[in-house]
C-alpha cells in the first residue's frame, strides 16, 4: 500500500540509504555498462566491416602443409581438416605428456623422502632449477641443444645394434618400435576394452573386500562412466558437426558410425557390451555371496593378475609391433617420432613433473607422522610404508591440485609453435594469417581450449571421487 | 628474517625456570662423524649403497664434463661482446646512461623502503646483509662481464645502502614518511618510463601524473586548512577540494606551454628498440601492478550475492583461466586493434601489456578471492557493529587483511609473469629470449645457442629464486598471528 505523501524528499533520501535499493541498482548500473562496452567494440568492428561472424570459410582449402599428422592431412583439404589435425596433435602432446609428468612427478616427490641423501638433493636441485626457468626457454633448449644436435641420417644412433634396431635416431627423428595396425585390429581392441572392465570390475570387488562392506554398489558406478561417455562424445561430434563443413566428415558421424552398428562387427561389439552388462551384474552377486560365506579374496587376486597378463599378451599380439628398419641412409618403419614432438613433450614433462613432484612432496607430508611410525613399528621397512600406507593416503590430497596442473599442462601445449611443432595453436595461427578471419579462427581456437580443459576437469574430478576416503 | 620486521612490539618470550637435570629440554643431538654420517645417509643398505655410487659416478661424470665445456671449449663472446643486448635490447648504447639512471632509482626507492620498513631495527647492517651486499660487490668486481660497468654497479650499491640508512633516519624523525612509500614508488613507475621513452617532459605521461598527484595534495590541504564562516562546512570542504584541484592542475597544465623555454626534454626512443632484461621486468611489473584494479574488482564480484555482477566475474575468470596465456596476448595483438575506433592503433607493447593484465587479473581474482574466504565472518560483523557499512567494511577491514593473507600467492603469481613473459617472443617483442633467438641467427654466433641459453636462464633462475626466497621472508615477517 503505497500512501501519497506530501514530502517526497525524504522518501527519495530514505531510498539512497536503502540498501536494497543499492543491490539492484548496481546490477543494473554494471549490466549496462557491459552491455554498452560489448556494443560500442562492437560497433567499432562494424565500422571496419568485420562483424559478420561466419564459419564458411572453413571449407575453403587450406593450402599450406602439415607434415606431422595422422589424419592423412594434406594442403588441399579444407581449413576444417587442418584445424582437426591440429587438435588431434595437440591431443596427443597433452596425453602423453599428462602420463609421462605424472610418472616423473611422483617419482620425484617420493624420491625427496629417500632415505638416501644424495637422491634426496637430488630431487630439491631438479624442482629448484625446473620452477624458476621459463618453459618456453627450456622448451627451445631441449630442441635446439638436444635434439637438433644429434647426428645427421649418415651416422645415426641405432640402439642395441644394427641388426636389432629397436630405437634409430637421427636428426631427422626417433624412431620407435611401432603397432603396424593390421586389418584385424578391432577385435584386439574390442578384447582390450573387455579386460580393461573386468579389470575395473575386479578392482572394485577387491575394494568390497577390503572394506567388508559394499560401496556405492556398480550401477552408481555404471551411470557414472556412462555420463562421461556421453559428455565425451557430445563434445567431440558437436565439435566435428560444427567446425567440419566437409562432406566425409559428416558422412563419418552421420553414415559411418551407424553403417558401423548395423555390420556384423558393430553387431558384435553390441553383443559384447551386452554381455560385459550381464557379467556387471552377476559379478554383483558373486562378490556378496563371497563376501557373505566369509570366503578370502585369493581368487579375486590371481583373477587380477590373469587379467593384467591378458592385457599386456592382446597389447603385444593384436597391433603387430614392429621394430624400424634401417635402409641406406635412414630407417623406415616402426613409429616415426619428430623432435619437435619429441621436445614438447620432454619439456612440458619435465617442467611440469617439478610442478607434480612438489605437489606429491606436499600431499606426503599431510600424512601424519603416526602413519610412519605405525607402519614402522609393524615391521614395515621404509618403502613398504611409503607403497602401503603413506602414499595412498596421500592421494587425497595429491589429487585436487593435480587437476590444475595438467590443465596447466594442456594450456602451455601452445608454445609448441615456439619449435615448430603443429598443435592448435600454431594451425589456427597460419590459417588466421592466410584467411584473415580473425575473429573467428580465435573464437575456434579458444572454444576448444576449453573443451579440452573441461574435459581434464570432468575426468579428475572422477578420478577425485574414487580416492576421497569416505564416512570415517 | 628480521629485515621486515613490520611488528616491533612482538615481546620476547620469557625464559623457562630452570628444571632438574633429567628433564631439561630437548634430547641431545649428537653430531655425527663424516663417517657415520656417510653410513647413515648413503650407505644404509645395500639397495642405497648401490644407489649412492652409481649416483656419484653419473653426478661426477656430469659435472666434471659441464666444467671442462665451460672453461675450455664453451664460446662465451655471444655472451660478453652484446651484454648490453641481452640488457636492454637494440637500446642505441649512447642512451645508456637512461637505463642506469632507471636502476637508480629503482636502487634509491629500495634502499628507502627497505630503511623505511626496518626503521625499528637497531642495526641495519648486520652480517648476513653484509656479507650478501659484499658477495654482490667482489662479483662486480671480478666477473669479466660486469667489468666495465662496475663503477655504476657500486654506485647503485652505494645508493642502496646509503638511502637505506637514510630511510631509518627520515623513519623514525617522521613516521608519515613510510605511509608515502607507496606514492614513491608509483612516481617512480612513471619516471622509469620516461628515462626509457624519452621525448619532451611538458608532454610526458611523468608530468601529466605528477600534476595529478599534486592537484590532489593542494586540494586535499586546502580543505583541509581553509574554512570560511559562511558556508556550510561540506559545501567549503567540496567546494575548496575542487577549486584547488582544478586551478592547480590547469596552471601546472598550461604553464610549461606559455613560459618560453620549457619545451626541453630527452631523445624520444621508439619502442621498437627496447627490448631485453630491461623489456622483460617492465612488462612484469607493468602486468602486475595495473592487474590489482580489475582483479580485486573480480573477486569482490564473485563473492557477491548479486546474481549479476557474480556472473560475469566467474565468466571472465573461467574464460581467461581456460584458456593459454599464448592465445590472449596474441588475441592482444590482433584484436585489440579491431575493436577500437579507426585509427587508434595502441602501440605493440600497449597491447602486450593490456594482454598481460586481462590474464593476470583473472589469477588475481582467484588468489585475492582465497584471501578473502581465510577471513572470519567475526570481522563483518566487528565492523558493522561498529557503525560501518558495507562498503567501508569491505575496503577498511577485509580487503586489507585478505591482501595480506595473499601475498605469497602473489608473489608467486609474479614469479610466473616474469616467466610468461618470454611468451611474448612469441609475438614478436624484443624481449630476452626473443633477443637471445635474433643474435643467434646472424652468422657470427650460429653455433653458440648453448651458451646464450644458458647465460639467460641462469638470469631468469637468479630473479625467480630470488624473489621466491623473498616471499618467504615476507610471508615470515607478515605472520602477526605469531605471539
Redesign the interface.
Known amino acids: 500500500m503505497v500512501q501519497k505523501t506530501a514530502k517526497p524528499l525524504p522518501r527519495f533520501k530514505a531510498l539512497l540509504r536503502d540498501e536494497r535499493f543499492w543491490q539492484v541498482a548496481l546490477q543494473i548500473i554494471v549490466f549496462i555498462a557491459v552491455v554498452a562496452t560489448f556494443y560500442y567494440l562492437y560497433g567499432n568492428l562494424k565500422a571496419k566491416g568485420q562483424a559478420e561472424f561466419d564459419l564458411g570459410f572453413l571449407q575453403n582449402t587450406a593450402g599450406f602443409p602439415m607434415s606431422d599428422n595422422i589424419l592423412g592431412y594434406q594442403p588441399t583439404n579444407s581449413y576444417a581438416k587442418i584445424m582437426q589435425a591440429g587438435v588431434i596433435n595437440s591431443f596427443r602432446v597433452v596425453i602423453v605428456g599428462i602420463i609421462l609428468a605424472t610418472i616423473v612427478g611422483i617419482t620425484a616427490g617420493v624420491a625427496s623422502f629417500s632415505t638416501n641423501w644424495l637422491l634426496q638433493k637430488i630431487s630439491r636441485v631438479y624442482v629448484g632449477l625446473m620452477r624458476n626457468v621459463p618453459l618456453l626457454l627450456q622448451l627451445i633448449f631441449w630442441y635446439t641443444a638436444v635434439f637438433r644436435a644429434t647426428p645427421n641420417a649418415d651416422n645415426q644412433i641405432v640402439f642395441p645394434d644394427e641388426a636389432l634396431s629397436w630405437v634409430v635416431i637421427s636428426n631427422k627423428g626417433i624412431r620407435l618400435p611401432g603397432p603396424s595396425f593390421p586389418n584385424e585390429l578391432w577385435v584386439g581392441i574390442i578384447l582390450l576394452v573387455l579386460a580393461l572392465l573386468l579389470g575395473g570390475l575386479l578392482w572394485r570387488s577387491a575394494n568390497m573386500f577390503r572394506l567388508g562392506r559394499f560401496g556405492a554398489g556398480i550401477g552408481g558406478w555404471l551411470s557414472r562412466g556412462v555420463n562421461v561417455a556421453i559428455i565425451v562424445a557430445v563434445v567431440i561430434t558437436d565439435y566435428f558437426l560444427l567446425f567440419s563443413n566437409s562432406a566425409e566428415d559428416r558422412l563419418y558421424f552421420t553414415g559411418a558410425v551407424p553403417a558401423f552398428v548395423g555390420s556384423p562387427q558393430g553387431l558384435w561389439v553390441l553383443a559384447l557390451m551386452g554381455l560385459a552388462a550381464g557379467l556387471v551384474y552377476v559379478w554383483k552377486l558373486r562378490t556378496q555371496a563371497m563376501l557373505t560365506r566369509g570366503e578370502d579374496g585369493n581368487l579375486l587376486l590371481g583373477m587380477m593378475g590373469a587379467i593384467a597378463l591378458a592385457t599386456a599378451a592382446i597389447i603385444i599380439f593384436a597391433f603387430g609391433w614392429k621394430t624400424p628398419v634401417i635402409v641406406p641412409n635412414g630407417a623406415e618403419g616402426g613409429l616415426p617420432i619428430t623432435m619437435e614432438y619429441a621436445a614438447v613433450v620432454t619439456g612440458l614433462t619435465f617442467y611440469t613433473g617439478a610442478f607434480i613432484a612438489e605437489i606429491v612432496r606436499a600431499g606426503i607430508q599431510s600424512v601424519s607422522r603416526g602413519q610412519w611410525e605405525a607402519a614402522r613399528s609393524l615391521g614395515l621397512s621404509n618403502s613398504k610404508a611409503m607403497q602401503l600406507v603413506v602414499f595412498p593416503q596421500s592421494l587425497q590430497v595429491i589429487i585436487p591440485p593435480l587437476n590444475s596442473e595438467f590443465a596447466n599442462l594442456a594450456k602451455n601445449s601452445s608454445l609448441a609453435i615456439a619449435v615448430g611443432y603443429q598443435d592448435l595453436y600454431s594451425v589456427a595461427y597460419t590459417s588466421l594469417n592466410q584467411s584473415g578471419r580473425a575473429i573467428e579462427v580465435i573464437a575456434v581456437m579458444m572454444g576448444t581450449y576449453l573443451l579440452i580443459n573441461l574435459l581434464i576437469s570432468i575426468n579428475m574430478n572422477q578420478l577425485n571421487a574414487v580416492f576421497q576416503v569416505k564416512g570415517r | 628474517m628480521t629485515n621486515l620486521d613490520v611488528s616491533p612490539n612482538r615481546t620476547p618470550t620469557p625464559t623457562p625456570p630452570p628444571k632438574s637435570p633429567i628433564e631439561r629440554g630437548a634430547p641431545r643431538v649428537s653430531k655425527l662423524g663424516p663417517v657415520a654420517w656417510g653410513q647413515k ?2 650407505f ?2 645395500w639397495f ?1 649403497s648401490i ?2 655410487v652409481v ?2 659416478l653419473l ?1 661426477g661424470n656430469f659435472v666434471i664434463g659441464t666444467l671442462l665445456w665451460v672453461f675450455s671449449e664453451a664460446q662465451w663472446a655471444v655472451v660478453t661482446d652484446n651484454f648490453g643486448q641481452f640488457m636492454s635490447g637494440l637500446y642505441p648504447p649512447e642512451a645508456y646512461w637512461r637505463i642506469w639512471s632507471m636502476l637508480g632509482i629503482i636502487f634509491l626507492m629500495a634502499g628507502l623502503t627497505w630503511g623505511l620498513l626496518a626503521r625499528h631495527q637497531k642495526k641495519l647492517l648486520n652480517q648476513p646483509v653484509l656479507i650478501g651486499l659484499g658477495a654482490i660487490a667482489l662479483f662486480a668486481v671480478v666477473l669479466p662481464l660486469t667489468q666495465p660497468h662496475v663503477l655504476n654497479l657500486i654506485v647503485c650499491l652505494g645508493l642502496l645502502v646509503g638511502m637505506a640508512l637514510a630511510g631509518q633516519v627520515i623513519g623514525r624523525k617522521i613516521p608519515m614518511a613510510a605511509q608515502l612509500i607507496s606514492l614513491g614508488w608509483f612516481l617512480s613507475y612513471f619516471a622509469v618510463l620516461y628515462l626509457l621513452n624519452g621525448g619532451e617532459v611538458r608532454a610526458s605521461f611523468l608530468y601529466l601524473v605528477s600534476r595529478v598527484v599534486l592537484s590532489l595534495l593542494v586540494g586535499w590541504q586546502l580543505s583541509q586548512r581553509v574554512s570560511i564562516p559562511a558556508l556550510p562546512p561540506w559545501l567549503t570542504k567540496i567546494g575548496l577540494f575542487a577549486a584547488g584541484v582544478v586551478i592547480t592542475y590547469l596552471i601546472l597544465w598550461y604553464l610549461p606551454y606559455t613560459i618560453p623555454g620549457l619545451d626541453f626534454g630527452i631523445d624520444n626512443v621508439r619502442t621498437s628498440k627496447w627490448g631485453g632484461l630491461t623489456l622483460t621486468l617492465l612488462l612484469a611489473v607493468s602486468g602486475i601492478v595495473l592487474c590489482f584494479p580489475l582483479g580485486i574488482l573480480l573477486a569482490l564480484g564473485r563473492r557477491s550475492k ?4 557474480r556472473g ?1 566475474s566467474v565468466a571472465y575468470i573461467e ?1 581467461i583461466r ?6 590472449i596476448l ?2 592482444g595483438q ?2 585489440i586493434p ?5 585509427g587508434t592503433r595502441p602501440d605493440r607493447i600497449v597491447r602486450a601489456v593490456i594482454g598481460l593484465t586481462m590474464f593476470s587479473a583473472a589469477y588475481l581474482a582467484e588468489n585475492i578471492r582465497a584471501g578473502l574466504q581465510a577471513i572470519p565472518q567475526g570481522q563483518t560483523e566487528a565492523a558493522q557493529s561498529l557503525g560501518l557499512n ?1 562498503t567501508l567494511t569491505t575496503l577498511l577491514i577485509v580487503l586489507p587483511q585478505a591482501i595480506k593473507i595473499a601475498i605469497p600467492a602473489i608473489v608467486g603469481q609474479f ?1 610466473s609473469l616474469f ?2 613473459t ?2 611474448l ?2 609475438v614478436g617483442l624484443l624481449e630476452m ?1 626473443k633477443m637471445t ?1 635474433n643474435l643467434l641467427v646472424g652468422a657470427s654466433y650460429s653455433g653458440d ?2 651458451e646464450a ?1 644458458l647465460f ?2 641462469l638470469i ?2 637468479i630473479f ?2 630470488a624473489m ?1 626466497y623473498g616471499s618467504q621472508r615476507i610471508e615470515a615477517a607478515l605472520n602477526t598471528d605469531l605471539r
Open positions: 645417509n648413503l644404509n643398505s642405497n644407489l649412492t649416483l656419484l653426478i548479486l546474481p549479476v555482477l560475469f574464460l581456460g584458456v593459454p596465456l599464448i592465445s596474441f588475441m590482433v584484436l579491431l575493436f577500437l575506433p579507426e558495507k614469479i616467466q610468461d618470454t611468451l617472443s612469441i629470449l633467438r645457442y648453448v641459453f639467460i636462464a631468469y633462475w625467480c629464486y621466491s
